[in-house]
Nanobody, 126 residues
Framework: QVHLVESGGGLGQAGGSLRLSCAVS????????MGWFRRSPGKEREFVAA????????YYADSVKGRFTISRDSAKNTVYLQMNSLNPEDTAVYYC???????????????????WGQGTQVTVSS
C-alpha cells in the first residue's frame, strides 16, 4: 500500500516562492505517475501538475504553467512542486497523488489517481 506525505506548505508572499515535497513509501516509486492537485476555499479540486515515470513528460495546468515546476527524485522517493511567482489565487490545500497509469489527458483528472496524501496548506499573502 503506497503512502504519500506532503510537506513544505506554509505562508508565502505574492511574487515569492515555496517548494512542496511529497514523500512516497510502501510502493515502487518508479511505477507511479505523480500529480499535484489543489483545492481553494469554495472551489472544487483542480489539477496543478503531473510527472510521468522516470524523466518522462510533465503536464501543467494553464494557470501555473511557466511558474510551477514538478520534478521527481528517485533516490529519495520524493516528488516536488517548485512554486515561483506566487499570487494570492494560489492559496489552497495542495494534495499529492499517485497513479499507475494515465493517458496525457487523463493525467489531469483526479479520478485517474488512486492514492492521495493528506494535503498541505499554502497561503499566499498580497
Amino acid at each position: 500500500q503506497v503512502h504519500l506525505v506532503e510537506s513544505g506548505g506554509g505562508l508565502g508572499q505574492a511574487g515569492g516562492s515555496l517548494r512542496l515535497s511529497c514523500a512516497v513509501s510502501g510502493g515502487t516509486f518508479s511505477n507511479y505517475i505523480m500529480g499535484w492537485f489543489r483545492r481553494s476555499p469554495g472551489k472544487e479540486r483542480e489539477f496543478v501538475a503531473a510527472v510521468t515515470w522516470g524523466s518522462g513528460p510533465t503536464y501543467y495546468a494553464d494557470s501555473v504553467k511557466g511558474r510551477f515546476t514538478i520534478s521527481r527524485d528517485s533516490a529519495k522517493n520524493t516528488v516536488y512542486l517548485q512554486m515561483n511567482s506566487l499570487n494570492p489565487e494560489d492559496t489552497a490545500v495542495y494534495y499529492c497523488a499517485a497513479a499507475t497509469y494515465c493517458s496525457p489527458y487523463r493525467c489531469s483528472q483526479a479520478s485517474s489517481y488512486n492514492t492521495w496524501g493528506q494535503g498541505t496548506q499554502v497561503t499566499v499573502s498580497s
